[in-house]
Nanobody, 127 residues
Framework: QVQLVESGGGLVQAGGSLRLSCAASGRTFSLYAMGWFRQAPGKEREFVAAISWDGGSTFYTDSAKGRFTISRDNAKNTVYLQMNSLKPEDTAVYYC????????????????????WGQGTQVTVSS
């Protein structure tokens, strides 16, 4: 089982940027796809972005395209989410997840396709 720890959240004004990090330990990080999800109060957890096990492909939800960038550093066992041009509707707790199976693609858009989650990091965007 992998352990995941997110960091980098905070309070930012609309139009600002944040970079989230997710540090992994406990299994071979480089063999698994990674994803970011978010959950706003009263809403279900939703997919934001994912990256394949080797970093060769990425996939984003429509609202994140052009504003967010997911990346990974397998040497540091860390996945990142660079978020630019933030909007109030981006306010949520952001979670990183580790793919259920080895050699996963970036098309892991369902929470059930991940078997481990971090504790989350709060992102608040003020208008």
């Amino acid at each position: 089982q992998v352990q995941l720890v997110e960091s980098g959240g905070g309070l930012v004004q609309a139009g600002g940027s944040l970079r989230l990090s997710c540090a992994a330990s406990g299994r071979t990080f480089s063999l698994y796809a990674m994803g970011w999800f978010r959950q706003a109060p009263g809403k279900e957890r939703e997919f934001v972005a994912a990256i394949s096990w080797d970093g060769g492909s990425t996939f984003y939800t429509d609202s994140a395209k052009g504003r967010f960038t997911i990346s990974r550093d397998n040497a540091k066992n860390t996945v990142y989410l660079q978020m630019n041009s933030l909007k109030p509707e981006d306010t949520a707790v952001y979670y990183c997840g580790s793919g259920l199976r080895k050699y996963g693609s970036s098309r892991l858009t369902y929470a059930s396709e991940y078997d481990s989650w971090g504790q989350g990091t709060q992102v608040t965007v003020s208008s």
